[in-house]
């Protein structure tokens, strides 16, 4: 894990469509997501769509955009689980987070972030709710342009101060170009 993202650099990854909200295996300890309520507004506007315009939203089916209109809807009293866990994608079962020692997920929480459409900046610890929204999309209302501008100088912030405490200034993008 450390050979792959650097000793003292910060490292982005992209989330995952896929969740697991199955309860993890590890009996570990859970952060909380930073930009609340930032989320908030995201959040607000996804609420305020109907299926069919989730389903044109996202481009996916009605079947997806049915279960997501249901996850916004209830997304206070979802279960929640650490986002290194709960992202089921091929990076996140390549990366065998199960198999971590505590060390190595000290380490990620310290190095690793997550970009996400819906919460910003995410460490891995912190505990996030199932959804799925991307940063190509556009929430009418809440955003001017696509989501990722909405999260642009907040995500660019928080990074920059993040590098500033470590010995080496790299950022490892390993993240999709959609979220870069």
Same mark, same amino acid.
């Given at each position: 894990? !450390? *050979?792959?993202?650097?000793?003292? *650099?910060?490292? !982005?990854? *992209?989330?995952?469509?896929?969740?697991?909200?199955?309860?993890?295996?590890? #009996? !570990?300890?859970?952060?909380?997501?930073?930009?609340?309520? =930032?989320?908030?507004?995201? $959040?607000?506007? $996804?609420?305020?769509?109907?299926?069919?315009?989730?389903?044109?939203?996202?481009?996916?089916?009605?079947?997806?955009?049915?279960?997501?209109?249901?996850?916004?809807?209830?997304?206070?009293?979802?279960?929640?689980?650490?986002?290194?866990?709960?992202?089921?994608?091929?990076?996140?079962? =390549?990366?065998?987070?199960? #198999?971590?020692?505590?060390?190595?997920?000290?380490?990620?929480?310290?190095?690793?972030?997550?970009? *996400?459409?819906?919460?910003?900046?995410? $460490?891995?610890?912190?505990? !996030?709710?199932?959804?799925?929204?991307?940063?190509?999309?556009?929430?009418?209302?809440?955003?001017?342009?696509?989501?990722?501008?909405?999260?642009?100088?907040?995500?660019?912030?928080?990074?920059?101060?993040?590098?500033? #405490?470590?010995?080496?200034?790299?950022?490892?993008?390993?993240?999709? #170009?959609?979220?870069?």
């Amino acid at each position: 894990f !450390i *050979s792959i993202f650097g000793k003292e *650099s910060q490292s !982005i990854i *992209s989330p995952a469509k896929s969740m697991d909200f199955e309860p993890a295996s590890q #009996n !570990i300890g859970a952060s909380c997501v930073k930009a609340s309520e =930032n989320m908030d507004v995201v $959040l607000k506007g $996804l609420k305020s769509l109907s299926v069919a315009q989730i389903a044109k939203l996202m481009k996916v089916s009605t079947k997806i955009a049915e279960l997501n209109y249901q996850r916004f809807q209830d997304f206070e009293k979802s279960p929640e689980k650490q986002a290194i866990f709960a992202y089921s994608g091929d990076v996140y079962k =390549n990366i065998d987070v199960e #198999n971590f020692s505590a060390s190595q997920l000290n380490f990620a929480q310290k190095h690793l972030r997550i970009i *996400s459409a819906l919460y910003g900046l995410v $460490l891995p610890l912190d505990k !996030i709710k199932a959804y799925r929204f991307e940063m190509s999309c556009r929430l009418p209302g809440a955003c001017k342009g696509p989501v990722s501008e909405f999260w642009k100088n907040y995500v660019t912030m928080e990074l920059n101060a993040e590098l500033l #405490n470590h010995k080496n200034k790299y950022l490892i993008n390993l993240a999709s #170009n959609e979220y870069f």
